[in-house]
């Protein structure tokens, strides 16, 4: 079983930023994949980044260039960070594992934007 705990997320106006973080109870060494999701009210959960073993990173269209994913080993920890925020980025933001074959999630932490 593998925990994953979110935090970092919060009220923050248009244009501004947010760095989320994902801290792993096991080595993210051996993840597969490590990404981020979000659902907002109403909506299916989508995909906002990933990033393989390899450290390939991949963005959903609407989040290219102003998100980043990165990772870091020695904190077991996946980051994203949020620059020039719209109120469409508005969600739950979701932290996800793949250890093969299995999937973990954390718990969510919730990012509002005001206009």
């Known amino acids: 079983q593998v925990q994953l705990v979110e935090s970092g997320g919060g009220l923050v106006q248009a244009g501004g930023s947010l760095r989320l973080s994902c801290a792993a109870s096991?080595?993210?060494?051996?993840?597969?994949?490590m990404g981020w999701y979000r659902q907002a009210t109403g909506k299916q959960r989508e995909l906002v980044a990933t990033i393989t073993s390899g450290g390939s990173p991949n963005y959903a269209e609407s989040t290219k260039g102003r998100f980043t994913i990165s990772r870091s080993y020695p904190a077991n920890t996946v980051y994203l960070q949020m620059n020039s925020l719209t109120p469409e980025d508005t969600a739950v933001y979701y932290c996800?594992?793949?250890?093969?074959?299995?999937?973990?999630w954390g718990q969510g932490t919730q990012v509002t934007v005001s206009s």
């Open positions: 096991r080595s993210i060494f051996s993840a597969n994949v």
């Open positions: 996800n594992a793949n250890y093969w074959p299995n999937d973990y």
